[in-house]
């Protein structure tokens, strides 16, 4: 009897013992899991070439970017859009832009549109559940109207442009200052890279840490103007040519500010828990006629895509494969590389998931959560990406296959395979008859759900025929009249 007892007792004990070590292992368990909801930094570049950082072999010095890339993970399948708007859009949104009629170009200066009011955006999201949120830097989302402007779209704080390109000195675009606080024009001096990364310092530095943040800081560099302070210019004196000189200046500028953020994130204690994210809005460009409004036909093109083709405005790789990296420390692996497709729509539901946020408000999202993809180097479920769909042209991955469809006279159809052909070189389509069938059906299908014509375009044709139907040219001297042919 006396031994059955002990018996109850030492079972009664180990019992414990062992409730005692899991519970204890528990909470590492459920953190491995589900981390606790992060701080969020979205770093967004310009029309920042694939290949200028220091990561992707270039000679352009990013030791800041480099370090987040050796401490977190590449993205070398990440894609955006081959603009500025539709990328913003739809990193705002978790929708191509093509739903909403911003897949076509960019806002313009003078353009009076913006992203639809009745899209719930990622701050909007955010907000819900706690976070304090605050974009520093470019907008171009619509800036016409205050309804499109960005405290009247979830954020907190806003700081900087609301065009999409200004001089980085005077902070004007034609003739008028672009730079705003909280919806009040400012007038200061600085050059813009520089005062965008003091600012999102500055909030870092005034933040609670127990508030969940997420900081959008969206830099203009190195969008043209190539425009850059004689301190950094002068690091790139061996560049001759002086457009890329002043390239390479503006990122390692923007890469010094990046520098100063992260140190701002460790001095309150806020860096290991911070969700790090970069990437450039597009691919950088190749022609002066989509560098932006600044003529730029005098010199060079700077940026460099790498080995993939063409760049901005393109449906080619260079246009939309973009250089991304993401860094959480003590959840994403140092060192790692992300090599199956994502993209920028993606980066919606996978905030909202790390912050148990909904998105409930939202339209349909054409995002996926990438986060098992991101922390344990899973397979991840996109299997297709849509580069655009517009009413002349279109482009869409399945798999390895790259359909390139121009619709408008002369016709073009192009199909690549991404993993034997990433520079886009060999045209497999009179070879694949079945698979262009295929892609161009899906694009078809597509397209039903598509704004046409897209916002640009409507604007543009509304111009037009303000002018053209509106007005009556002929000649009023009879000497015109007699010299007509």
Avoid at 88 to 117: E, N
Avoid at 411 to 418: C, D, H, I, W
């Amino acid at each position: 009897m006396k031994f059955r007892t002990n018996s109850v007792v030492l079972l009664m004990v180990l019992l414990v013992a062992l409730f005692l070590i899991c519970f204890k292992r528990l909470p590492l368990v459920l953190a491995q899991q589900q981390p606790s909801r992060p701080h969020i930094l979205y770093i967004m570049s310009d029309d920042q070439g694939w290949k200028d950082v220091g990561f992707h072999g270039s000679d352009i010095k990013t030791p800041n970017l480099d370090r987040l890339a050796q401490s977190g993970a590449r993205l070398e399948q990440y894609y955006a859009h081959s603009m500025c708007t539709p990328s913003r859009a739809a990193l705002m949104t978790g929708r191509y832009p093509y739903r909403y009629g911003l897949q076509t170009a960019v806002i313009p200066s003078s353009g009076r549109y913006g992203l639809a009011t009745d899209e719930w955006l990622l701050p909007q999201a955010l907000k819900e559940v706690g976070y304090k949120t605050a974009i520093v830097g470019k907008w171009h989302l619509g800036h016409a109207e205050r309804k499109y402007w960005p405290r009247q779209r979830g954020f907190d704080y806003q700081y900087g442009p609301l065009l999409g390109e200004i001089d980085y000195f005077t902070h004007m675009a034609h003739g008028k200052i672009d730079w705003y606080r909280n919806n009040e024009l400012v007038n200061e001096e600085g050059y813009v890279t520089t005062l965008l990364g003091q600012e999102a310092v500055k909030l870092i530095e005034e933040h609670e840490p127990k508030t969940p943040l997420f900081l959008y800081l969206a830099f203009t560099a190195p969008h043209a103007p190539y425009q850059a302070p004689p301190e950094y210019l002068d690091q790139y004196q061996t560049i001759s040519d002086p457009n890329r000189r002043a390239y390479a200046a503006m990122i390692t500028a923007m890469d010094d500010q990046i520098g100063q953020v992260l140190a701002a994130l460790d001095k309150r204690g806020m860096r290991n828990n911070t969700f790090i994210f970069f990437q450039s809005d597009n691919g950088g460009p190749r022609s002066a006629k989509v560098t932006g409004e600044v003529d730029t036909s005098g010199g060079t093109i700077p940026a460099d895509n790498g080995p993939f083709r063409d760049g901005k405005a393109s449906l080619y790789e260079g246009g939309n494969r973009v250089v991304a990296l993401a860094n959480w420390q003590g959840h994403i692996q140092p060192g790692s590389v992300i090599d199956q497709p994502s993209h920028i729509v993606d980066m919606y539901p996978t905030f909202i998931g790390l912050a148990g946020a909904s998105s409930e408000k939202s339209k349909p999202l054409d995002g996926l959560n990438i986060w098992p993809a991101l922390s344990g180097g899973k397979t991840s479920k996109r299997n297709e990406i849509v580069y655009n769909v517009e009413p002349f042209r279109a482009a869409l991955r399945q798999g390895d296959w790259k359909l390139v469809w121009q619709v408008t006279l002369p016709p073009r159809v192009e199909l690549f395979n991404l993993a034997h052909d990433p520079s886009e070189k060999t045209n497999l389509a009179d070879k694949k008859p079945d698979i262009v069938s295929k892609l161009k059906q899906q694009i078809e299908v597509l397209s039903r759900d598509a704004v046409f014509p897209p916002l640009f375009l409507k604007e543009a044709i509304s111009a037009v025929k303000s002018v053209l139907f509106t007005s009556v040219s002929t000649p009023d001297e009879a000497e015109a009249i007699e010299n007509q042919p």
